[in-house]
Each structure stands twice: as structure tokens, then as C-alpha cells.
């Protein structure tokens, strides 16, 4: 297991090249089950969860292609509707796959997702909307069998607006007879950047990006070009960055509508944020203000900026009260923040961040895919030794290259075998 280590106290300073959304390829690769045909996808990401979601297709018939950073997709001989437990467990997002092969296949067995390190991670209100669009469901050992004769549009609510749950839906409602009403939809860029892809397809799909999707089912479905949008939440890490350690970083292909409440609390706690031709300059404050968060869904703080900007409030002038509103169980970078001298305290829902002078090196041991982000970014400003992070496979999950681009920026920081 590969682990990175970093001497902390450069300043970061340049421009750093966003990557494509894990959270908007993965739903976008899914939906090329829909059409056979070549589909031709830009800006994927190069990330662990890709592959794995990309070895369950291949698992599936799906054939696929690199052709110089497109990939290439082609769902023609898609045969297999099993997504097996090995995969789906170390990936969640997995269950994306169950309404591209209903509407495709009329059948999907999927392992049911297991809980993870941030929470129990239901997929309840998939399984009652599918439920609703005239899906049997029973569970066998494990794996969620699903079959319909004729998908259906139903009016759905969302008793919690769930993002892949809506992108699941979507992708059942554009093959469905009839038109599906979602309320209480997420309204993440994702779902937008999903709803592109398929009217790119051909699908009937109105209302994205606000809780009411209306979705008038087609009979058939082509191929489409399309590109994955950067990805926000290593915008906002890079953010955070530059925020924690006097930086000055532009952020190239960042789009700062994707991240309106994120700007507006790193301005409160006194970086400099500004649009640019390519995207958006940061520029970090000699004083880091506290300031109190509470996670939401879009348009509000994003659950997976929570754990970054904990690393950031622990070294701010003051205290801050940081509430977790969307997962149960999203504060293990607490133990690992507190190893380098951090002084939090979490109470239920909340932790209560008294922030600090400095934070110390230390060995510290990634437990998820943002709470590596976090650890991180503590090192980057532990300047009196090595941090040393392990178990980085979770940070491979979701960043691309990040040494590589933390190293251009002048980050003294390297990858090495555990
Ligand atoms: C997506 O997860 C993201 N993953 C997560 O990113 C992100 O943290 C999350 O949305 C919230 O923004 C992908 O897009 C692949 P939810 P998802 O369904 O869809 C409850 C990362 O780090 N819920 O919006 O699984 C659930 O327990 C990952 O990139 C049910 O109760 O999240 C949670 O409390 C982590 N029943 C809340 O809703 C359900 O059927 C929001 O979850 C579904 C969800």
C-alpha cells in the first residue's frame, strides 16, 4: 500500500489543471448502457473508481476504448446484467448501473451496496422508486434482483434528495413509457451534466438542476459525445490549499457557480477569490478567520469539502463549530487531525474546531476518499518535519495525480511504497 509524504512550510503558488468529475463520469459511463453504438466520452478522470466501474462493463459485454484522453464506449454487446460483490464493495456507486440495465436489459442483479467508512449509505429510496416504476426487487444472498416487462413513469418523491438516486431514476425514466415526475431531486452540477449527456442521447428530460425533473420517456436512444465537467470538489480542495498557507494558486477550468456557498465561507475566512479567463485565482490570508459550516445538498456547503475545510479551521484564529448534516458518521479524520496536534471535539453531529498556531508532522492513516484530502492539506502546514499519510489507495479513488499537481505548486511531496 503506497503511502505520501510531505515536508510541509512551502507556500504554494501557480496554476493547477482541474480533472474531470468522478461524481459526473461515473453516472455518464453507466448511461452508456442505454444505446449501443460507439459513445465518446471526454475528460475522464484516471481514478480507481473509473477502473472499477469500468471492470464491471467490461464484466457486462461493454467494450472500451482509450483514443488520446477519449474513451471510447460501446454497449452494442452488452449481455451480462450481474455486477458482482468483489467490485461493488469497493465501490458504492456501483448501484448507478441498476437503471441503465433495467431500461436496456429489463433485468440487472447488483450486489446490494454495504455501508462504508462515512455512513450506512442506504439505497432505499432507489429501490422504492424503481418499486413505483413497476420493477420486482427481491434480495438473494446479497444481490438486489431486479426484472420489469415494461419500465413505467411514475411521479416520484424523494423523501431525501439523493444524488446517485436521482441519476438512477433519470436513467430508468428516459427508456420508461410515459412521463416521470421526480420531486425533491438533487440538484448537484452532476445531475446536470448527467441530463446533457442523455438529451444528447435523444432523452426528453426537463427541470434538472432544480428539485422537479419532468422526464417524458423515448422508445429509442443514440449515441452522444460528451464531456465530464471539472471536478468541484478538487476545485475546492486546491482552494483550501492556497486558503491554509498564504497561496496563490489559479484554479484552471474551475467553474465558480459549481461552488457558491464554498467561495463565499473562504471569503469570510479571508482569501482572495476572483474569476479569471481560466477559471478562478485564490489567494490565501495572512490570518485564517473561523468560521462555522454546516454541510447541505447543492446548492449548500458540500459534505465532501467538510473534511478539508476541518484541516483549514484547525490552524484559524479562533473557533468554529463544523456540522456534518448529510452523512452519520463523517468526522474519522478527527483521530488522524488530532495526532498533528489538532484540538477538536466532536459532539454528535457537530465538532467544535479551536484552531491553532500550528499543526505538528506526524504518521497518519487515511480512512476514506476526502479525509485523505484532508490529511493532506494538515501536512502541507505541518512544517517541522514529515507527515506521512498511509493507505492512499482512498485518495486514489477521487484525485488524479494529486502529488504530481501538489508538486508543480511547489509542494514538497512524494509517493512512496509502504
Ligand atoms: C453522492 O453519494 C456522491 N457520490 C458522494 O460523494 C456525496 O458525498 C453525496 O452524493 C452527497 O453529495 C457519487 O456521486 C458517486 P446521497 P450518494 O444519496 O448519492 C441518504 C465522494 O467523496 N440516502 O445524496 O450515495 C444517505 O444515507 C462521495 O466523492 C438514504 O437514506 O449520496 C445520505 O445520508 C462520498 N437512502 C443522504 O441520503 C437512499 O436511498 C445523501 O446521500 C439514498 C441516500
Known sequence: ???????????????????????????????????????????????????????????????????????????????EK?????????????????????????????????????????????????????????LDHGYINASVDNL??????????????TENIMMAAVRAKGKTILKNAAKEPEIINLADMLRGMGASIEGDG???????????????????????IEAGTFMMAATMNRGEIEIEGCQ????????????????????TSMGVLVKGPDIIKSVDIKTMPFPGFPTDLQAQFMAMMCIADGSSVIKEAVFENRFIHVNELQRMG????????????????????????ATDLRASASLILAGLVAGDGRTEVSRIYHLDRGYEAFEDKFRALGANMWREKA
Open 210 to 232: 432544480t428539485d422537479t425533473i419532468v422526464i417524458n420517456g423515448v422508445s429509442e436512444l443514440g449515441t452522444v459525445e460528451h464531456t465530464i465537467i471539472p471536478d468541484r
Open 1 to 79: 500500500m503506497d503511502k505520501i509524504i510531505i515536508e510541509g512550510g512551502n507556500t504554494l503558488k501557480g496554476k493547477v489543471k482541474l480533472s474531470g468529475a468522478k461524481n459526473a463520469a461515473l453516472p455518464v459511463l453507466s448511461a452508456c448502457i442505454l444505446a449501443g453504438g460507439h459513445h465518446r466520452i471526454q475528460r475522464v478522470p484516471a481514478l480507481r473508481d473509473i477502473r472499477t466501474i469500468r471492470e464491471i462493463m467490461s464484466g457486462m459485454g461493454v467494450i472500451f476504448q482509450d483514443d488520446n484522453g477519449t474513451l471510447l464506449v460501446n454497449s452494442e454487446g452488452i449481455c
Open 256 to 275: 465558480p457557480d459549481h461552488l457558491t456557498a464554498v467561495i463565499k465561507k473562504l471569503q469570510s475566512v479571508g482569501a482572495k477569490i476572483e474569476a
Open 82 to 138: 450481474e455486477a458482482s460483490y468483489d467490485l461493488v464493495k469497493t465501490m458504492r456507486a456501483s448501484i448507478l448501473l441498476l437503471g441503465p440495465l433495467l431500461a436496456r436489459l429489463g433485468k440487472a442483479r447488483i450486489s446490494l451496496p454495504g455501508g462504508c467508512a462515512i455512513g450506512a449509505r442506504p439505497v432505499n429510496l432507489h429501490l422504492k422508486a424503481l418499486a413505483a416504476m413497476g420493477v420486482d426487487m427481491f
Open 152 to 165: 413505467k413513469g411514475a411521479d416520484i418523491f424523494f423523501d431525501i434528495p439523493t444524488v446517485t438516486g
Open 342 to 365: 489538532a484540538d477538536i471535539v466532536v459532539d454528535g453531529d457537530k465538532a467544535i474546531v479551536r484552531g491553532k498556531r500550528n499543526l505538528q508532522a506526524a504518521q497518519v492513516m
